[in-house]
């Protein structure tokens, strides 16, 4: 019958509100990300005053190939920018398959037992020996 009566709750006619929330699904943030690979690259020069003119930044290394000789040349620079020494390589062709094909000669190399022998018998000569002293 008679609702009792409370102060603190007014009830008014209002919508069932609710605050929607606007999502961008089409668009994702991408954390921007540092390279820290070194890069490896290939370029081509004229001759070694081209190789020392080349550029490069920091942390990268630089594979020179001479357009005017069979030379390739390996460039670098450190962390910090600065150069480190320029390497020099000849390009030669590799005839064969293997490079080392011919067996070891070991016919000069010193047994291990002779080695001791010629070793214990410089000592014993050293030690034999008077030593002169001259005051």
Avoid: C
């Avoid at 002779?114 to 014993?124: C, G, Q, R, S, T």
Wanted: proline share 7%; hydrophobic share 25%.
């Amino acid at each position: 019958m008679f609702e009792q009566y409370n102060p603190y709750f007014q009830q008014a006619n209002v919508p069932n509100y609710q605050p929607t929330y606007q999502q961008n699904v089409g668009y994702q943030y991408q954390k921007p990300t540092q390279n820290n690979e070194q890069t490896n690259t290939f370029q081509w020069v004229q001759g070694q005053s081209g190789a020392e003119a080349y550029l490069l930044g920091p942390n990268q290394k630089v594979i020179l190939m001479d357009s005017d000789a069979p030379v390739i040349y390996y460039k670098s620079t450190d962390m910090n920018g600065r150069y480190l020494p320029m390497v020099t390589y000849d390009l030669v062709e590799r005839k064969g398959s293997n490079p080392r094909q011919e067996p070891l000669d070991t016919s000069s190399f010193v047994h291990k037992d002779e080695l001791d022998k010629l070793v214990a018998d410089a000592i014993e000569r050293y030690l034999s020996e008077p030593s002169s002293k001259e005051v």
